[in-house]
């Protein structure tokens, strides 16, 4: 009983091991997430009607984000814009993710592949972000595609890093020495024992793109390069509502902004609880 | 038949030779011990017969050919760390048999027990990963085998066992093995000759 007692008054939290907690945390997380989208889409578009008889209210228990000058909802456009945000983010962070792969693979292939894709990695890391997404997303002419393959773009090339030096570690391993001497080819040798040690790497590389992601795509909406205005993207709200900022309507950028913010920093902590269930010794480096 | 290293030259820097000039050879059958102070090149040379080294001069050679990059490698090279020959994500059973699939009687002999083939190497003792290592390199196409300090890690009475049961196996599949070992006993007791790798290397 006493057990009980002690464990009670040290919190819920207490009770778990540190693998369980951060299996919890990254649990939790990733349901706000997903509400947000799985909302963000189920919201059809009469739920954003106008109403000029509610415009420009400030927030209230019935409109917790206020109303902006139209009388549509903050909240409801927040939520949306926050699906539309994590959406291109997922989208941005695959195909990222899916070049990092297969140029690091190619990297692997042989010493002027291996060249090669280093000259590319320095060159696209020579090129500011920002400066880069809007121009391919100009190039692409705008929209969302344009946005995802922006971010897409500038984005792959610190996983191409990992992926690459990951692959040399493991090629210097003894066992895989071995597997050769026991007559497999480099392709067995390739699936069966270094991509699986791949994935853990690959998976975090993954998650920690989406912050940076969204961010992108909301500064490169926000400087109007990216979404057009008719999208419900967070960039898009927080571009007009600094129309409004004079006129004392703090709240159409502030629960927005501080919405995306937390997004990012949820992201953010799956990421670090995933590296830290990964790789227990690195996640201090 | 025979393996022949043939003028083998080899640094891992530029301009510090460790080989130079080595020759060395073993018969089918024989069992052959290769001595010298540590740090003199042993594991090396051992690297360089099985094929894992390849940017050294002069030649591997088993009846005259050269041993082919592709394909099951009839030099088979088992070394001192068991726990690094193993790929930690593989369980026991698909270590054991990534090259052919191990007879159960060898199995027996080695004391491999059933339970073990669904551990992961980090469950296993170094002796016990050892006899795994031992077993998948044994098959019927290994034409010889190259142990470098491979007992080093269990007590005396262990490495007599593993090493009577690697004998047995030996002669029954006319296998040539190298032996390196500090323990001077250990080769006077296991091998037909003895070779003393500064004898054999013109290197200063
Ligand atoms: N991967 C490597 N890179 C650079 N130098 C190496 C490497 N491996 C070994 N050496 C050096 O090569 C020399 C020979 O090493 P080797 O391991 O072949 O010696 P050894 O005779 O097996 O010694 P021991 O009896 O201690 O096992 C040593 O001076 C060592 O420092
Ligand atoms: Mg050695």
């Known amino acids: 009983m006493s057990t009980a007692v002690v464990t009670v008054n040290r919190g819920v939290f207490r009770g778990l091991n540190l693998r369980q907690k951060t299996l919890l945390m990254i649990g939790l997380t990733s349901l706000l997430l997903l509400?947000?989208?799985?909302?963000?889409?189920?919201?059809?578009?009469?739920?954003?009607?106008?109403?000029?008889?509610?415009?420009?209210?400030?927030?209230?228990?019935?409109?917790?984000?206020?109303?902006?000058?139209?009388?549509?909802?903050?909240?409801?456009?927040?939520?949306?814009?926050?699906?539309?945000?994590?959406?291109?983010?997922?989208?941005?962070?695959?195909?990222?993710?899916i070049l990092a792969v297969i140029l690091g693979l190619l990297s692997s292939a042989g010493k002027t592949a291996d060249s090669f894709v280093s000259w590319i990695v320095d060159l696209f890391l020579s090129i500011p972000h920002l400066l880069l997404i809007i121009l391919i997303s100009i190039g692409m002419g705008g929209g969302a595609t344009g946005v995802i393959i922006g971010v897409a773009f500038s984005h792959w090339t610190g996983l191409t890093r990992v992926v690459r030096v990951e692959i040399k570690q493991?090629?210097?391993?003894?066992?895989?020495?071995?597997?050769?001497?026991?007559?497999?080819?480099?392709?067995?040798?390739?699936?069966?024992?270094?991509?699986?040690?791949?994935?853990?790497?690959?998976?975090?590389?993954?998650?920690?793109?989406?912050?940076?992601?969204?961010?992108?795509?909301?500064?490169?909406?926000?400087?109007?390069?990216?979404?057009?205005?008719?999208?419900?993207?967070?960039?898009?709200?927080?571009?007009?509502?600094?129309?409004?900022?004079?006129?004392?309507y703090w709240w159409l950028a502030f629960f927005p902004g501080l919405s995306l913010l937390i997004v990012v920093?949820?992201?953010?902590?799956?990421?670090?609880?995933l590296g830290k269930l990964i790789d227990p010794k690195k996640a201090h480096e | 038949m025979c393996l022949k290293g043939e003028n083998i030259s080899f640094g891992y820097k530029r301009n510090n030779l460790i080989l130079n000039n080595v020759n060395i050879s073993v018969d089918r059958g024989e069992v052959l011990g290769l001595i010298g102070d540590?740090?003199?090149?042993?594991?090396?040379?051992?690297?360089?017969?099985?094929?894992?080294?390849?940017?050294?001069?002069?030649?591997?050679?088993?009846?005259?050919?050269?041993?082919?990059?592709?394909?099951?490698?009839?030099?088979?090279?088992?070394?001192?760390?068991?726990?690094k020959a193993v790929n930690p994500k593989w369980k026991m059973?698909?270590?054991?048999?990534?090259?052919?699939?191990?007879?159960?009687?060898?199995?027996?002999?080695?004391?491999?027990?059933?339970?073990?083939?669904?551990?992961?190497?980090?469950?296993?003792?170094?002796?016990?990963l050892q006899r795994f290592a031992l077993a998948r390199s044994l098959s019927p196409e290994t034409k010889f085998l190259i142990a470098d300090e491979i007992t080093t890690m269990?007590?005396?009475?262990?490495q007599a066992q593993i090493w009577n049961i690697v004998l047995d196996i030996v002669k029954e599949l006319n296998i040539g093995v190298l032996v390196v070992s500090h323990e001077k006993n250990l080769i006077n007791k296991l091998c037909d000759n003895v070779v003393y790798l500064d004898a054999i290397n013109s290197v200063n």
């Not at chain 1, 949820?266 to 670090?272: H, Q, S």
């Not at chain 2, 690297?47 to 088979?76: F, T, W």
Request: net charge neutral.
């Open chain 2, 93 to 128: 059973k698909d270590i054991l048999n990534e090259g052919h699939i191990v007879p159960q009687d060898i199995l027996d002999s080695f004391g491999i027990k059933k339970s073990w083939l669904n551990r992961w190497p980090n469950e296993l003792s170094g002796g016990e």
């Open chain 1, 35 to 97: 509400t947000i989208v799985v909302s963000s889409v189920s919201l059809g578009e009469e739920s954003l009607q106008t109403d000029f008889s509610s415009k420009n209210l400030s927030p209230s228990t019935e409109h917790p984000f206020g109303t902006d000058w139209m009388g549509r909802d903050m909240f409801i456009r927040t939520v949306k814009g926050l699906g539309l945000s994590i959406m291109i983010g997922a989208f941005a962070s695959t195909i990222s993710t």
């Open chain 2, 38 to 83: 540590s740090g003199s090149g042993k594991s090396t040379l051992c690297k360089i017969l099985a094929g894992y080294e390849n940017n050294h001069k002069g030649n591997v050679i088993i009846d005259g050919k050269k041993v082919p990059s592709k394909g099951y490698n009839p030099v088979q090279l088992v070394f001192q760390h068991p726990e």
């Open chain 1, 170 to 248: 493991i090629k210097t391993q003894e066992y895989i020495h071995i597997s050769r001497n026991l007559g497999k080819s480099r392709w067995w040798i390739a699936t069966k024992h270094i991509f699986p040690h791949l994935i853990p790497q690959i998976l975090l590389g993954t998650i920690l793109m989406f912050p940076h992601a969204i961010l992108h795509e909301a500064s490169v909406t926000f400087l109007g390069f990216g979404l057009s205005p008719h999208e419900p993207a967070i960039g898009i709200i927080l571009s007009e509502s600094m129309k409004y900022l004079s006129a004392g």
């Open chain 2, 154 to 158: 269990v007590d005396a009475i262990t």
């Open chain 1, 265 to 273: 920093l949820a992201f953010d902590m799956i990421g670090d609880n």
